[in-house]
Nanobody, 117 residues
Framework: QVQLVESGGGLVQAGGSLRLSCAAS????????MGWFRQAPGKEREFVAG????????YNPDSVKGRFTISRDNAKNTVYLQMNRLKFEDTAVYYC??????????WGQGTQVTVSS
């Protein structure tokens, strides 16, 4: 079973950048599809970006495509979310998730990202 710990959140001005990291325990990380989700106050959790165990990636085109990049380093059991040109509306708790066949059923505790306008 994989366990996930996010880091890298914080306070940043609009237009700035942050890189989130999600460190996974366990020996089978490379076989999992990984994803980043976020939940803003008063809103439902939404998909941000995902990366298959094969390396292919997908993004929520309505909100982050062209600004965010997901990547993974299987040697380090870590998945990253590089966030550029941050906007106030990117403020949320960001969650890392793992699963098989895009069925995300393992979740981290979340990391807060706050973008000041």
């Amino acid at each position: 079973q994989v366990q996930l710990v996010e880091s890298g959140g914080g306070l940043v001005q609009a237009g700035g950048s942050l890189r989130l990291s999600c460190a996974a325990s366990g020996k089978t990380f490379s076989t999992y599809d990984m994803g980043w989700f976020r939940q803003a106050p008063g809103k439902e959790r939404e998909f941000v970006a995902g990366i298959r165990w094969t390396g292919g990636s997908t993004y929520n085109p309505d909100s982050v495509k062209g600004r965010f990049t997901i990547s993974r380093d299987n040697a380090k059991n870590t998945v990253y979310l590089q966030m550029n040109r941050l906007k106030f509306e990117d403020t949320a708790v960001y969650y890392c998730a793992a699963g098989k066949g895009l069925n995300y059923d393992i979740w981290g505790q979340g990391t807060q990202v706050t973008v000041s306008s």
